[in-house]
């Protein structure tokens, strides 16, 4: 089967760094997603690995594994406004083609 | 550019009682998802689209839930009868096909069942 792990919740103060993880096992691995969700809304896009190695995205980056079948999301000089959760999402293809498949998330509390 | 359109916000209904969720994808994007998100926790795969065509259900309870997509463009999602358990915020995703695309998703539709 499929399976996808996060901490449930972590908390960091404000202009700190956190490191969010999420292994995997899956078959069909293709490529995997993180998302940001803040309370009440819909989940939107961060960023996504294909290959090995650190995508940076300003004060996100987010790295690949796919030997280990480990990501991580890094948020740098942390704000308020990131308390959220994050959602770890693999791609999985197969015969009907691709497939979005989510872990539990992580729900990370920021303070002052 | 219109995003992901889901209709209603917010249902509340009685349990034994029938509802059904509205999803419009993004103009031009063939894959649609279904998810419910159960609070706290991550979103639940419950059927994808390529065009008209259900591609993976495995995960849609078929003796209670059923869904369709006429044209391969709008999406509906249909619980009878739902049950408590059903209480959960149902999420509509498209993406474009083919390659490594972004899914983006709609407001979701809040289902309260008493």
């Known amino acids: 089967g499929q399976n996808i792990d996060q901490p449930t919740e972590m908390t960091a103060t404000e202009g700190a760094i956190v490191q969010i993880n999420c292994t995997y096992q899956?078959?069909?691995?293709?490529?995997l997603f993180w998302y940001q969700q803040h309370a009440g809304e819909a989940p939107t896009f961060l960023s996504y690995n294909v290959l090995d190695g650190l995508e940076e995205k300003g004060r996100f980056s987010s790295f690949l594994s796919r030997s280990k079948g480990y990501s991580y999301l890094l948020l740098k000089e942390l704000q308020m406004k990131d308390s959220a959760s994050y959602l770890c999402?693999?791609?999985?293809?197969?015969?009907?083609?691709?497939?979005?498949?989510f872990g539990k998330g992580t729900t990370l509390s920021v303070s002052s | 550019e219109a995003g992901v359109v889901q209709s209603p916000r917010y249902k509340i209904i009685e349990k034994k009682q029938p509802v059904a969720f509205w999803c419009n994808p993004i103009?031009?994007?063939?894959?649609l998802y279904w998810y419910r998100q159960n609070l706290g926790q991550g979103p639940e795969l419950l059927i994808r689209y390529e065009n008209e065509e259900a591609v993976d259900d495995s995960q849609l309870p078929k003796d209670r839930f059923s869904a369709e997509r006429l044209k391969g463009v709008d999406s509906t999602l249909k619980i009878q009868p739902a049950e408590l358990g059903d209480s959960a915020v149902y999420l509509c995703?498209?993406?474009?096909?083919?390659?490594?695309?972004?899914?983006?998703f709609g407001q979701g539709t809040r289902l309260t069942v008493v």
């Open positions: 995703a498209s993406t474009s096909t083919g390659g490594i695309a972004e899914a983006f």
């Open positions: 899956t078959s069909g691995f293709n490529g």
């Open positions: 103009s031009g994007h063939n894959t």
């Open positions: 999402a693999v791609i999985l293809r197969g015969q009907a083609g691709t497939a979005l498949i």
